[in-house]
């Protein structure tokens, strides 16, 4: 109730006073992209309220074990989303998009509303401070909360950065950032959340072998899952950005600059998802302050590499030359939407080793003996899925059967490649008798038919 009121404040202040935010946000947008924007703003500013509603709904449920409708609210968001983009854009304009955002929110709450109502948690209007949940909640949330405003901070800057560059930068950096980001997300966020729970109660019981246990196992099969997923999106980039944008209004240019930022974001997947688990980890053994400082200082390194990286790729130097090659960007002359992208995998990596530092230092559950030989297995089978996408990849060229002017040819070529870079993965992996396979069939295979659990 208290971070509800404090929330709905924050909100309606926000709402009022818009117009100064988007000054800050994108400087760089003309008047009337600014007017649209506060527009825009000021209507998606209520989903937040109803998220917040939602993620408390959520957070009570997986108390009482109740995990299924907290994983499927994610899609009824999305749901909104298109249907916004469906059936309210031709009536209302890009305000549809808008009222889309709203729609998804409420439908990520409603979702859930039949299972929190029957879980047994009985629901109370209090307002008081002094109680001793309240005031452990709000001692490990602040520094969580600066730590995640401090994310959000960055993210206004950079999207202010890329208001100032060629136009559709915003566009090309949020797209390609988006495709990278959810294929992380889908497998290091649901592992860090779904691990949390059982090191949070072996740090409770001073259990620390178990503690250890849990967090190496995670941390490996992080690794050995998104570093596949990291080599099929650099070596495919371009096929990946032809297939989403086949039916888009997007030129040749801007596919090949949002093919070159996908690529530059696949190389800090890895990062990006043990940041998830690092994370969970401190905040398991109730330590929230240390991820938070990391986090402001990180933000502070992003911003400072992107305008650096920027700069540098304003003008013809050796490393505006050498990022143009290595990305096949030849003949185009304004490439710095991809300094955004390099500064933001740069950070991420940073990040992660950071804090995996600070693991090791302050929690002693990380070492490097007991996971080498895992991660010296994942890079020999993520040599030979690279080597078979690129093999792959490049016969199809010359096969006559795919013509690769069409959005179904770079597909097929998409999908084939794809396919066999990833069986090639998991046969060097079954050789190299890899221990994450048999992770990954205890955690998921041997469950079918069981009673759900939490543990992994």
């Not at 899609?75 to 998009?97: A, E, K």
């Not at 991660?375 to 020999?380: D, E, F, G, V």
């Not at 795919?402 to 870079?421: D, M, N, Y």
Request: charged share 10%; glycine share 6%; proline share 4%.
């Amino acid at each position: 109730n208290i971070f509800l009121t404090i929330l709905i404040a924050i909100s309606v202040a926000l709402i009022i006073f818009a117009p100064l935010l988007v000054n800050l946000v994108a400087p760089g947008f003309s008047p009337e992209k600014k007017e649209l924007t506060v527009m825009l703003m000021r209507v998606m500013f209520l989903s937040p309220i109803i998220l917040a509603i939602s993620s408390i709904v959520t957070g009570i449920l997986q108390v009482f074990h109740r995990f299924l409708v907290g994983a499927m609210a994610p899609i009824l968001y999305n749901t909104g989303i298109i249907i916004g983009i469906l059936f309210f854009v031709p009536r209302f304009g890009l305000l549809g998009l808008a009222f889309g955002v709203v729609l998804g929110a409420t439908l990520h709450l409603l979702i859930q509303v039949p299972a929190f109502l029957f879980s047994g948690f009985a629901y109370k209007l209090q307002f008081n401070f002094r109680h001793p949940g309240v005031v452990k909640t709000l001692t490990l949330m602040v520094p969580r909360s600066l730590g995640l405003g401090a994310g959000q901070f960055n993210t206004m800057v950079t999207t202010a950065i890329a208001s100032t560059l060629i136009s559709g930068s915003i566009a090309i950096f949020n797209l390609a950032n988006n495709l990278a980001a959810m294929m992380v997300h889908t497998i290091a966020a649901s592992l860090s959340t779904a691990i949390f729970p059982p090191m949070a109660r072996a740090f409770a019981a001073k259990d620390i072998k178990t503690f250890e246990y849990k967090f190496q196992g995670a941390f490996s099969q992080i690794l050995f899952l998104t570093i596949p997923i990291s080599i099929s999106l650099f070596f495919l980039r371009t096929q990946i950005i032809r297939v989403v944008l086949g039916t888009g209004k997007f030129g040749w240019q801007d596919t090949r600059l949002t093919a070159a930022c996908l690529g530059i974001f696949a190389l800090g997947l890895c990062g990006q998802g043990l940041i998830f688990l690092l994370s969970k980890t401190f905040y398991a053994a109730h330590n929230t302050k240390i991820p938070a400082w990391i986090s402001f200082g990180t933000v502070v390194f992003n911003i400072a590499l992107s305008l650096i990286f920027v700069w540098l790729l304003s003008f013809s130097n050796v490393f505006y030359s050498a990022l143009q090659s290595i990305l096949k960007l030849q003949n185009i002359q304004n490439i710095s939407v991809v300094g955004l992208a390099l500064a933001f995998t740069v950070t991420a990596i940073c990040e992660a080793l950071i804090l995996l530092f600070f693991v090791y230092k302050k929690l002693r559950v990380f070492r490097l003996t007991t996971v080498l030989p895992s991660i010296y297995k994942i890079i020999i089978s993520g040599l030979v899925m690279s080597t078979v996408i690129l093999l792959v990849r490049d016969a199809l060229v010359n096969y006559h059967s795919i013509t690769l002017q069409t959005t179904l040819g770079v597909f097929l070529q998409l999908i084939i490649a794809g396919a066999c870079g990833l069986v090639g993965y998991l046969i060097a992996s079954f050789a190299l008798k890899s221990p994450e396979l048999k992770m990954i069939e205890e955690s998921f295979l041997r469950r079918v038919g069981k009673r759900p659990t939490i543990d992994i």
